[in-house]
């Protein structure tokens, strides 16, 4: 990253994914690694299942928390409707790390619509950077499934300059002790699949 460059991550999911907390472990891995870093949240009936989106900014000088439209350095996608719908934000050479997980939004839990098939082969398509993880597979091997959110920090971790030593320490700092461990071998089966 040049001096003057802002790396932008747009983070999409559904509420009770993990995401703000996702969200809050990048932010503290970025700041102790040296960044000026800048984060907004939007969240509608989160509690509901519905739509949790964090922006998360990052360079020697931020001046904005909302990554401009066609800006997203970086989509993070906790599920595939979801991450298909912010697609649009991503610049050309973008990159996608999405989650292989479909939850039903309200629409079709109701028998209205149908979810889309073969979302993944989509994205494929439209972005040549995106790499699909299995992210409740590794978070059930790493013996919690509601490790998914570490489980794709670890996927995104290799894609971003902080140290592995820094990423450890800003999980220790956010991720309560009695779920410490599980996250920290969430986290590292992460990092293998990107």
Request: net charge negative.
């Amino acid at each position: 990253m040049t001096d003057n460059n802002v790396t932008n991550i747009l983070m999409a999911g559904v509420g009770g994914q993990g995401t703000l907390l996702a969200s809050e472990i990048l932010s503290e891995v970025l700041m102790q690694a040296g960044y000026d870093v800048k984060k907004a949240e939007v969240h509608g009936m989160a509690q509901r299942g519905g739509s949790v989106v964090s922006h998360v900014r990052f360079g020697k000088k931020v001046f904005s928390s909302i990554i401009p439209e066609g800006e997203v350095d970086v989509l993070f996608g906790f599920e595939l409707l979801e991450t298909y719908r912010y697609l649009p934000l991503v610049k050309e050479l973008g990159a996608v790390v999405v989650n292989n997980l479909k939850i039903a939004p309200p629409s079709v839990a109701l028998g209205k619509r149908d979810y889309p098939t073969d979302v993944a082969a989509k994205l494929k398509e439209l972005v040549a950077n995106v790499h699909v993880v299995d992210g409740l597979q590794l978070a059930e091997q790493a013996g919690n499934s509601r490790t998914v959110n570490t489980v794709l920090l670890g996927a995104l971790s290799n894609t971003l300059e902080p140290t592995h030593e820094q990423w450890i320490a800003a999980i220790k700092s956010l991720v309560p002790e009695r779920f410490l461990d599980v996250n920290l071998k969430a986290f590292e089966l992460g990092r293998q699949v990107c």
